[in-house]
Each structure stands twice: as C-alpha cells, then as structure tokens.
C-alpha cells in the first residue's frame, strides 16, 4: 500500500501514513468547513490498511485544536483502530497535548475512557 499524505492547511491538518512502519500522524489545527469530506478519504484509506494486513498501527497524535465535528471524525477513526486492537492488532495511540492547556488534556482523557489500546498521554508544549 502506497503511503497517505496530506499538507496542512490554516483549517486542517497535516496527514501523514507511513504504511510501511504502520505510522499515522495527524498534526496541526482541525477545523475544516466540512469535516466529514476531509476525514473520510483518511478513514477509507486506514480502513483499507486494517484490512490489508495485520501489521502494527501506531497513531500519533498533534493537535492543538479540533472543532466538534472533527472530534467525531477523530472518533470514527479511534473506533477503527479499537476494533482492529480488540480483533488482536498491535495497536496504540499517543496524543500529544500542550501541557497548559487544561481542556486539551481532558479532550484525551475523554478519548482514552472509551478504548482498551493502549493509549499515551503525552504532555508538550505544541511547538515542540
């Protein structure tokens, strides 16, 4: 499978999937007009992935913002990723969060009380 990349833009952003190393990198702010059209290449083309092998996926997460429909993308990808761990795939997610920004950290601990893979908080200033 070939590799996923897409540039940031102002709205979205950057994407990128190593399918080799199994790596999936989302950095970047996120909200586009239509956050469903932008986020479901992305999830048909992991869903494809999933589906293609039985490799690690690791998911690396940079945000420094999401709007609410970006969150449920975000989600429909989780649950992708959770059914593939549960299913017996190796895979884990580590969502960096700036360390000042206190609803930052809950949105990823929100996230992590609803998966059974493993699951890093990281905390980092967003520049770094």
Do not use: C
Not at 31 to 52: A, D, K, M
Not at 114 to 119: G, I, V
């Amino acid at each position: 499978m070939e590799n996923l990349v897409i540039d940031a833009t102002t709205s979205s952003p950057r994407v990128e999937f190593d399918a080799q190393r199994g790596l999936l990198r989302l950095s970047g702010e996120s909200y586009p007009e239509n956050s469903f059209e932008f986020y479901e290449p992305i999830l048909q083309w992991v869903r494809g992935f999933l589906e293609s092998g039985d490799g690690p996926v690791t998911l690396e997460l940079r945000m420094a913002y999401l709007n609410t429909s970006s969150i449920k993308s975000l989600m429909d990808l989780l649950d992708d990723l959770e059914e593939a761990h549960r299913s017996g795939r190796a895979v884990t997610v580590h969502w960096h969060y700036d360390q000042e920004n206190d609803r930052a950290r809950e949105l990823a601990e929100d996230f992590r009380e609803d998966l059974t893979l493993p699951f890093f908080m990281v905390p980092a200033p967003m520049g770094a």
